[in-house]
């Protein structure tokens, strides 16, 4: 095995980190730097240090794995104190993504160089903490408080040549980049050049020392959403402390700060949610190494609103796509939509002029099926939610399509099994469930169907990553995972407005915990008649939203729904006219309103949601708990401090939600639906948690 840290002798020596797959700094690492920098101190014979990392990326982070167990000496500050205290010039050969701890390396050392599609940042606060090793008081002394402070409150990185403009790297070099950073090293000892301390930087920092109200103009501009999340104000905090504090208490400072994120229930929700992100798209039974189709070309059926926001998600990632319409008006709207969004980005600032050109020169539109999937390697259906339909769409993209395409449906309910028997080729076909608006979505539920190819579903996983997606395997139901908890969570909705409650406090309910809306605000904005058609297809009845749309209140598309929407404006205001209409129908049903708290409100939503998580799971629909988590956090805007809703149950206990559960079935009249699901029961009553389910098996 190689060595975990390599010292290379030479009047430059090299260091290098081999810890694939990221080199994250394990204790092990650590360990191996403050023995590697030791050794270089005391070797006479070497003059100058070069720091780099072998495989794809210079250190990507701390290595969060380690953060659920104490501590491991040596701490990085100890390996920092050596290099800081390094007579001999130390300088990072960058490549790859040095983030995190891994970035607060590269800014101890002396100078930064990076081969020019090195990404730098500090996405601490993507897991609930913030840079813990130094890089909130190098980072603002290095680059400024104005530029260091949106780093780390945003997490991304930024481009190496972003990077040589603010002075956090000194050079960017084209080939090999240890040699780049090795020649560098012998330039800086030719010139006798300073050894540059981040820590001794003060230029940047002064107009802050003499005016700090500076600061507060810096923290209005870079502060996103901030609500309900710990880690973004203690990070301003300790930002603030570089410029009021010495560099050695503001760091002791933040070390503590850092320390009490770690151990909170947010950065541990946060944890694992990147954890689970990256096992969602892992499925047990189909070897890793299962070689995905080669996708050099898409087709998509159907240019309503999904199906031109995933064409976009293909011409996004360079892939040539085809776009399928009935007629050429739809085609021609479809295809002016997508202009239009391309366009509001470019205008936001979010898109080169010439990059949407490129995008929009990918795409081409036709209305004639077999021409359009012809040379399709994947063809993505996105037509009207109709088994009918789909069944005879597939059956002619069966004769139509290349033998090995991959042939996906966006369906969000159907039954695959069945659209793929509309075909001679079941295993080639599998559900890619994309969400609304399909070009910013992160989560694309890919669902598995009984005769799916292993390869199918590898090249369905490979192309969702590719698009920029977070893929989640599920299994065939109705409305799959996310859809069918969503269901379970509308069970008790409108039975809470006829007791009491209003549309606002519902929402309020779930906004009040972070989602971004609540499930009357997310019906307005999907519009009422949708789920209006639903129910007088199957003859089911919703009183109060089907009384709204009887009086033409549509939700935002009309100006009014559960909320109006005053003169085009997207936030709901309660209404007076919508509280007479609940009233009465209360008054209808003999129901005494009473008050309804905000507890009481969330655990009606909640609990039967994650009950019918935990159903899925014992259906073997999901294949462990933390892919539900995954689907609700990327699909459903649940706050990702929570962790997702199996995480959040194991917190509040489960013996809990079977009780409340219990009552809440008993007093809807026992509906079989609320009732606690047998895996809970069981779960409940051993002491048990979803996420032991994962230890178990
Ligand atoms: N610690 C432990 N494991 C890590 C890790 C880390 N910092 N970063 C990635 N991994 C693991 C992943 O879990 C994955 O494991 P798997 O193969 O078993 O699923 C494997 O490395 C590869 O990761 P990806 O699939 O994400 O690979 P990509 O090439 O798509 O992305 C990356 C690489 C951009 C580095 C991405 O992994 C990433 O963003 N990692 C996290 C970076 C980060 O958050 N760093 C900060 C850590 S906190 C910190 O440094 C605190 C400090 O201030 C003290
Ligand atoms: P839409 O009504 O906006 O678009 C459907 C488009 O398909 C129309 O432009 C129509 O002209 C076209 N079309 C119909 N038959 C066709 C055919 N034979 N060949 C080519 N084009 C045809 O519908 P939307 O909302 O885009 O939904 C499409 C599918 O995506 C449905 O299955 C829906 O359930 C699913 N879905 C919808 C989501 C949403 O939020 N709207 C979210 C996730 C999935």
Redesign the pocket.
Known sequence: MANIVELRPGAVAVIVVDNPPVNALKQAVRAGLRDAFTRARDDAGIHAIVLTAAGRTFMAGADITEFDKPPQPPGLVEVFDLMEASKKPIVAALFGTPLGGGLEVALTCHYRVAAPTTRLGLPEIKLGILPGAGGTQRLPRLIGVDKALPMILSGDPISAQEALANGLVDEIVEGDVTEGAIAFARRLLAEKAPLKRARDMEDKLKPYRDNPKLYDEVVAKSAKRTRGLAAPAAAIECVRWSFEKPFDEAERGVREAFQKLREGDQSKAQRHIFFAEREAAKVPDIPASTKPRDIKRAAV???????GGISMCFANAGIPVTI????QE?LDK?LATIKRNYENTVKRGGLKADEMERRVKLMTGTTD?AAGVREADIVVE????DMG??K??FGKLDKLAKPDAVLA??????NVNEIGKATARPPSVLGM????PANVMRLLEIVRGAETAPDVLATAIAVGRKIGKVPAVVGVTHGFVGNRMLHARGIEAERMLLEGALPQDVDGALTEFGFPMGPFGMGDL?GLDVGWRVRKASGAKAEIADALVDAGRYGQKTGKGFYKYEGGSRSPTPDPDVEKLIVEASVRHGVKRRNLDRKEIFERLIFPLINEGARILDEGIAMRPGDIDVIWVYGYGWPVWTGGPMHYADRVGLSYIRDRLAEIAARAGNNPKLEPSPLLMRLADSGGTFAGLKKAA
């Open positions: 059926i159907g240019a309503g609103t999904m199906g399928i319409e009935t007629s739809a479809g099926l996105a037509v009207f939610e339909l789909k005879e769409v449906t966006n369906t969000s309910y159907l469930h994309f969400f609304s999907a």
